[in-house]
């Protein structure tokens, strides 16, 4: 069974900074992995998404991540944020693109002025 | 944009009470979930459905759930008898065949 495992509940980084949220993974087979974000008071929507090919994966509002097998981790960063990136950010795999997802606790990215 | 729409947003109901939250999947979408979130929580599979049957369900997914698609559009989860540890943001999502999933904005539930 595959799950996920999101290192920190909570990250706080100033305005401009830049964040790296973790996450791992463990699964037995080749999976397919993804960072959704969740907005105060609003449903998921994905940030961005790996399934295969290049392990640097860009997404949306500036974020990406990188997929590393010998680590099974999952990272995602971005350079510079915006008080607008206030949300919380939830990791998560599946073992095929037709199997469901399996989401991570999360972790609430706190942006200090 | 298509989008996965969710009704009600936010439902109150006593315990012991059926509740039936409703969901419209992005039209040529296959794969139907439901997923909920107790406040302050990870979110949680329930149930995957295709083809007109359930593909996978979770242990949450217990007697008391049901659900069903009961014409073209239509996703609905059922909760028979509601207890107070089911209050919490239930999300339908949907896919095609190989494609992200995309969620709805959720429906509160609160069991009082």
């Known amino acids: 069974a595959q799950s996920v495992t999101q290192l920190d509940s909570q990250v706080p980084v100033f305005e401009e900074a830049p964040v790296e949220l973790r996450c791992n993974y463990s699964?037995?087979?080749?999976?397919?992995l993804f960072w959704y974000v969740q907005y105060p008071n609003q449903g998921l929507q994905l940030l961005l998404k790996?399934?295969?090919?290049?392990?640097l994966v860009k997404g949306i509002n500036g974020f990406e991540a990188e997929f590393n097998k010998s680590q099974t981790s999952f990272h995602l960063r971005k350079p510079s944020v915006h008080i607008s990136d206030t949300a919380e950010y939830f990791c998560?795999?599946?073992?095929?693109?037709?199997?469901?997802?399996?989401f991570g606790k999360g972790t609430r990215l706190h942006i200090l002025p | 944009e298509p989008e996965v729409t969710q009704t009600p947003s936010h439902q109150v109901t006593q315990m012991g009470q059926e509740v039936i939250l409703r969901c419209v999947p992005i039209?040529?979408?296959?794969?139907f979930y439901w997923y909920r979130q107790i406040l302050g929580q990870k979110v949680e599979f329930l149930v995957s459905?295709?083809?007109?049957?359930?593909?996978?369900k979770s242990e949450i997914f217990d007697d008391q759930f049901s659900v069903e698609r009961p014409d073209g559009s239509n996703f609905t989860l059922k909760i028979r008898s509601t207890k107070l540890e089911d209050s919490a943001m239930y999300f339908c999502?949907?896919?095609?065949?190989?494609?992200?999933?995309?969620f709805g904005e959720g429906s509160r539930l609160t069991v009082l």
């Open positions: 999502a949907s896919r095609k065949v190989g494609g992200e999933l995309f």
């Open positions: 699964s037995s087979v080749s999976v397919y």
């Open positions: 790996y399934l295969s090919g290049s392990t």
């Open positions: 998560a795999v599946s073992r095929s693109g037709d199997d469901k997802i399996i």
């Open positions: 039209s040529n979408h296959l794969y």
């Open positions: 459905f295709y083809n007109n049957e359930i593909s996978e």
